[in-house]
């Protein structure tokens, strides 16, 4: 099959990949290193991947959510503060379970980034829930537009529900509150934005799915094939010519989770969509795996990403919820979060 039409268990199905995506499997699948640019060594193998990205952290302007915000450095201590604190909002949203009457109908993975807006956020001031849109991933001028208006206009104190909003709250100055505000985008969008498109991404790929298999299994499946970390860029340094002469003093490094995912020495398979591989492998020690980043450094959000992706994907099957099974392709637009692009998902007529 073409390697944009990936296997899954309903074979009328085609995946395109964006085009940038698809030269990357069809020209350097199973490289462990390559040049991709006169200055960027494209890095696939798993061993390779392993020894380059335990040599340091992340400096500050390479990681994903915690770059500098309007000018101002993120240190790691206050990182992990704001990620603690989305964390016991999403809990405390967990807490109460989803209303039984819930839509989940529509396109994904719109229907569920808006569903775990109002889940988690719903009690939060208008002017914070407005920085969950995705309209906004449209440019970061729009963005940053938005957060400057939001941070002008009058402040109603004691409205705040989650702890991330209270950032917000106590934060006194213009310049304290567009900070206040660039965080909360930065900390609970891309929770929304991640679990949705996981559950998106296995929808499409994979259901209907066996009644036995987990959900658990059914995710990482998906997060094989469609990584939500699918490039990870580490900025030159002296030490990687050290550990593989084939990268120069000058040259960056972008690390392919994209391909190690669908190495065919390390997967059997590597196309086709098979949960119950996972029944006897553990995704945080399975060579080449990196959806949420490396052992060293991994995405501090992924624990919260996980149970609400479960949470999600076990309402869909329970419900009787389906892919509209006259949708027969889907895009995956070149994004830094790999995800189909529209899943249109209905109630199954069997359910009705």
């Known amino acids: 099959?073409?390697?944009?039409?990936?296997?899954?268990?309903?074979?009328?199905?085609?995946?395109?990949?964006?085009?940038?995506?698809?030269a990357l499997l069809r020209d350097h699948l199973g490289q462990d290193l390559f040049r991709l640019e006169p200055d960027t060594i494209g890095i696939a193998g798993a061993e390779l991947t392993d020894r380059l990205l335990g040599l340091r952290r992340a400096t500050e302007t390479e990681r994903p959510t915690f770059k500098p915000l309007h000018g101002r450095s993120i240190s790691r201590s206050e990182a992990s503060s704001v990620m603690q604190t989305i964390g016991r909002d999403v809990r405390n949203a967990l807490a109460e379970p989803l209303p039984a009457d819930v839509d989940l109908s529509g396109p994904w993975p719109l229907t569920g980034h808006q569903l775990l807006r109002d889940l988690v956020l719903a009690g939060d001031p208008f002017r914070l829930r407005l920085l969950m849109s995705r309209n906004l991933e449209l440019t970061p001028k729009l963005t940053w537009t938005v957060i400057?208006?939001?941070?002008?206009?009058?402040?109603?104190?004691?409205?705040?529900?989650?702890?991330?909003?209270g950032?917000?709250?106590?934060?006194e100055s213009y310049d304290e509150r567009r900070y206040a505000m660039g965080m909360y985008r930065r900390a609970a969008a891309p929770v929304c934005f991640t679990v949705s498109t996981l559950v998106a991404n296995a929808l499409w790929l994979g259901a209907p799915f066996d009644e036995g298999v987990p959900s658990r299994n059914i995710l990482h499946e998906a997060m094989r094939l469609l990584p939500p970390s699918w490039n990870i860029l580490r900025h030159r340094c002296a030490e990687y010519p050290e550990l593989d002469p084939r990268i120069g003093r000058e040259d960056d490094v972008l690390l392919l989770p994209?391909?190690?995912?669908?190495?065919?020495?390390?997967?059997?398979?590597?196309?086709?969509?098979r949960p119950e591989r996972w029944d006897a492998l553990d995704p945080d020690q399975t060579p080449g795996y990196l959806p949420f980043g490396h052992s060293?450094?991994?995405?501090?959000?992924?624990?919260?990403?996980m149970p609400l992706a479960e949470l999600l994907l076990d309402r869909l099957r329970d419900g009787g919820w389906e892919v509209d099974p006259e949708q027969r392709r889907a895009k995956v637009p070149l994004l830094g979060l790999l995800g189909v692009e529209e899943v249109r998902v209905r109630r199954a007529r069997r359910a009705l």
Do not use: I, K, N, Q
């Not at 074979?11 to 990949?17: D, E, F, I, K, Y």
């Not at 400057?148 to 991330?164: D, I, M, W």
């Open 1 to 22: 099959m073409p390697r944009s039409a990936t296997a899954s268990a309903a074979p009328a199905r085609t995946t395109v990949l964006a085009p940038r995506l698809e």
């Open 258 to 273: 994209l391909l190690s995912h669908r190495d065919p020495s390390l997967w059997e398979d590597p196309d086709a969509f």
């Open 167 to 171: 950032l917000w709250e106590r934060a």
């Open 296 to 305: 060293s450094e991994r995405c501090w959000g992924r624990h919260m990403v």
């Open 148 to 165: 400057a208006a939001g941070a002008a206009l009058p402040r109603r104190r004691g409205r705040s529900v989650t702890g991330v909003a």
